[in-house]
């Protein structure tokens, strides 16, 4: 993993975060486990560390519970979901994996984004399924009817998937085009945000943090990519969150400091220019004020 940038992972370093480091994790997985990947939960959560830490992946997943619960975040948002509903995560999102209930059941499956746009124009597809869109909602919730079809996609791609030769990825992306078309009558807006002028900036305030972190840190030159004044950038935030403009930003921050505590082996010096902070005093202040915890006694919890 590189150490010079935000922690992108890949399907393989994604393994070692996940799994236990004594399990031979890699003999579980197809040769294709890069390219695209599906398993039922309940054959590999047991085997499975939660909470996981923050960290962006370089495929595009999602989770399908049939059975129990489970906590997972995108982005600043936490979300909690259970039975006949999918999380979907889009490919370079920050997130976090919370917990899933003993009893949890279901599947999981990752593909990157060529598999599922293939012969066809990626921009096309992220405008027609909201869910694999950074500002979408992740959750989709289906009825029962749907469930039955889903199920039959989702056990047709683990079909192919577990094929003793090479998946015919042709199939694979219909399966997966067909799945996200059946449950795209079932996407609501976030039910926790109100669909308004103030809502869309804050949601499209959201995506930049997540974009530009490292090369903006101060609220003007958000205002200035979102063609606001600072000031109306201020009162829709507070309007949609409750929080400040600059509250959202330092969230980011320490969300995006956390990931690199946790995640590479950078000097905390380091991390600390990262985020904008080029006193090692500032951080430290900044990092414990937030969390209770210095930078130092972070990055050794397990």
């Not at 922690?7 to 003999?27: K, R, T, V, Y």
């Not at 949890?104 to 124009?121: E, M, P, Q, S, V």
């Not at 958000?222 to 309007?239: G, M, R, S, W």
């Not at 600390?272 to 972070?298: N, V």
């Amino acid at each position: 993993m590189k150490t010079d940038a935000v922690p992108i992972l890949n399907p393989f370093e994604m393994g070692q975060l996940h799994f236990e480091e004594d399990l031979a994790w890699q003999s579980l997985f197809a040769p294709t486990h890069h390219y695209f990947h599906i398993n039922r939960l309940e054959d590999y959560k047991d085997m499975m560390r939660f909470p996981l830490p923050p960290h962006r992946k370089v495929v595009y997943d999602f989770v399908f519970l049939t059975q129990g619960e489970s906590v997972r975040s995108k982005g600043l948002d936490s979300f909690s979901f259970s039975a006949n509903t999918f999380f979907f995560l889009p490919a370079y999102q920050i997130t976090s994996h919370k917990s899933m209930s003993a009893d949890a059941r279901g599947f999981y499956c990752h593909f990157d984004l060529d598999l599922l746009t293939k012969n066809i124009h990626h921009k096309e597809i992220l405008q027609d399924f909201s869910f694999l869109q950074f500002i979408g909602n992740p959750l989709v919730s289906v009825d029962e009817t749907t469930r039955e079809t889903i199920l039959f996609l989702l056990q047709r791609l683990e079909k192919e998937y577990q094929k003793p030769e090479k998946p015919d990825f042709r199939l694979a992306q219909l399966y997966l085009l067909a799945l996200m078309t059946e449950i795209k009558p079932f996407v609501v807006a976030d039910k926790r945000v109100k669909i308004n002028a103030a809502s869309q900036i804050t949601e499209r305030y959201k995506s930049a943090l997540e974009q530009f972190i490292y090369q903006k840190q101060k609220i003007t030159d958000f205002a200035e990519i979102l063609a606001v004044t600072p000031n109306h950038l201020n009162k829709c935030v507070k309007a949609t969150t409750g929080k400040s403009a600059h509250e959202l930003l330092d969230d980011m921050l320490l969300l995006e400091a956390k990931v690199l505590l946790k995640q590479t082996t950078l000097p905390i010096a380091d991390v600390a220019l990262r985020i904008g902070k080029s006193e090692l005093s500032d951080f430290g202040r900044f990092f414990k004020q937030k969390t209770g915890f210095t930078p130092s006694e972070y990055r050794k919890m397990d």
